[in-house]
């Protein structure tokens, strides 16, 4: 297959998207760790995550009755501890590796179940069958197209009134120099390695784009810890 875009027309191509989602598959321990956190060291890593459970519980109203999903399951260290406070929790990855390290996790969590994202940006699931949905470390690596794609369906699956936090980069303190890092990578990078780069969107793209897909952001729901920036996103209630 070769690429009929002006930019890439006669170049040979992946010849699918999951081709690319391979960079996120993993054989060893130190394999997983590079791909959940980069070069973060793990304890950090697992200290974050334990300290953003309440936060997301909060930010979401996650109570019993609630139906939850999770894009970017990782190795299911979150969905392990908020599986006992809903009714039920989604866990979709593009890996599959990941997927089958999220079933050990979260063995013995009988309201668990899982689903492969393969390039349909949650196409798959019925509609209006979730009341939130979280992504943490998944649309940092997303270009606006995917980001769009994948807000357009999340309004589709979530209730009327439903809820989706995720992070997304801007410029800032903690990011810009994270920024250079890739730009000398870029050149002559392999598709695969591309797909797993960071993406900088910014936080007016990311709300325009939110907008294109019949999202709201919830009121003081932004959060931009040196660039790396938290947005809960809300699916309108229908109207009368």
Known sequence: MTSQTPAGKGVRMPRSVEELNVVWEWDDPEGMQVRLAGYQPRDEYLRDRAER????????????????????????????????????????????????????????????????????YLAGLPDASFDAGFALNV?????????????????????????????????????????HEYVKSYPGAHPVAVKGFMSWLGTDVVRKLAAEAGLTPVPGSHDDQGGVCFLTLCREQEAA
């Open 53 to 120: 459970i309440d936060q997301l519980a909060a930010a979401l109203s996650l109570n019993p009755d609630t139906d939850l999903f999770e894009i970017g399951s990782g190795e299911g260290v979150m969905a392990r501890e908020l599986a006992p406070r809903v009714n039920s929790l989604l866990c979709a990855d593009v890996s599959l590796s990941f997927l089958e390290k999220t079933r050990a996790t979260c063995e013995g969590r009988p309201n668990v179940t899982y689903h492969h994202i393969r390039n349909d």
């Open 139 to 179: 649309f940092i690596h997303l270009n606006a197209f995917e980001v769009y794609l994948y807000l357009r369906e999340i309004r589709r699956v979530l209730r009327p009134g439903g809820r989706f936090l995720f992070n997304y980069l801007d410029f800032g303190e903690v990011t810009r120099p994270q920024f």
